[in-house]
């Protein structure tokens, strides 16, 4: 049996990446995964027959996680075909380079408004069913970026800093109402979601990693497996970084 068997989770952005790696993971822990993604329908479907093959059951939900409406439809569907939430990962994100003085206001509000307002939404709308049970865990998907930062990524930097601060404050407001709140802050990870761009910054990053190159998705999937098992039961508002040592606390 596995640690999560008979749990229901909600991962976002899961049709490629860490969101894939970590829905594969829950089902094979026993999880039912609801599959969310936003252009990729080919990949969430993929994932969704994996997580069949499994002995699971997968329901594929298109939602840009941006919007107030899809976000609440995609909930109520998952709650009323899979009954109820247990876990969710907010991981829907992407990213895009620009120096802060040539950045268009777009590309900024963009970015806030998928990893940041989305962490919130989909958030917000999962988390009463979880306090009316007294049961949940939210695993929030943070970066070293945003605890670090890096040239070219001021956005990306900012709306991840931002999950961390969501993660802790909610964190003290659920806690003793059973739902407990996490963030993951990968390293460098090989998800070719990094666009190449001219004039980007060109430094070789992974030497400057103790462990010398960059991480799969794979690597991240345990520590949210971890995080939504029983075994994380003292864990409250913590970021925890499989990130090859890029950053050490």
């Known amino acids: 049996m596995g640690v999560l068997e008979g749990r229901i989770a909600l991962v976002t952005g899961a049709s490629h990446g860490i969101g894939r790696s970590i829905a594969l993971a829950f ?14 329908t080919l990949g969430a479907t993929e994932v969704a027959s994996e997580i069949g093959a499994l002995g699971r059951r997968a329901l594929v939900i298109k939602a840009d996680v941006s ?41 900024w509000d963009e970015m806030i408004a998928t990893h940041l307002r989305g962490t919130f939404l989909v958030t917000r709308m999962v988390l009463p069913g979880m306090l009316e049970r007294r049961d949940g865990r939210i695993i929030n998907i943070s970066s070293q970026i945003g605890q670090i930062g890096r040239e070219w990524f ?30 993951i802050a ?22 400057q990693l103790p462990i010398l190159r960059e991480g799969l998705p794979e690597e991240i999937a345990p520590t949210a497996v971890f995080l939504a098992s029983s075994a994380a039961s003292y864990y409250v ?12 606390l």
Not at 34 to 40: D, G, Q
Not at 159 to 183: M, Y
Not at 194 to 203: E, N, S, W
């Open 237 to 248: 508002g913590q970021a925890l970084g499989p990130n090859g040592g890029v950053v050490m």
């Open 27 to 40: 089902a094979a822990e026993g999880a039912d995964v609801a599959v969310n993604y936003r252009s990729n």
């Open 186 to 207: 990968p390293g460098p990870i090989e998800t070719g979601i990094v666009p190449k761009t001219p004039g980007a910054p060109q430094k070789d990053r992974v030497s």
């Open 67 to 107: 919007q107030e409406a899809p976000v609440r439809a995609m909930v109520e569907q998952v709650e009323r075909e899979f009954g109820r939430i247990d876990i969710l990962v907010n991981n829907a994100g992407f990213v895009t380079l620009a120096p802060v003085e040539a950045m268009e206001i777009s590309t």
């Open 154 to 183: 001021a956005h990306y930097s900012a709306a991840k800093a931002g999950i961390i601060g969501f993660t802790k404050a909610l964190s003290r407001e659920v806690a003793d109402r059973g739902v407990l709140v996490n963030c």
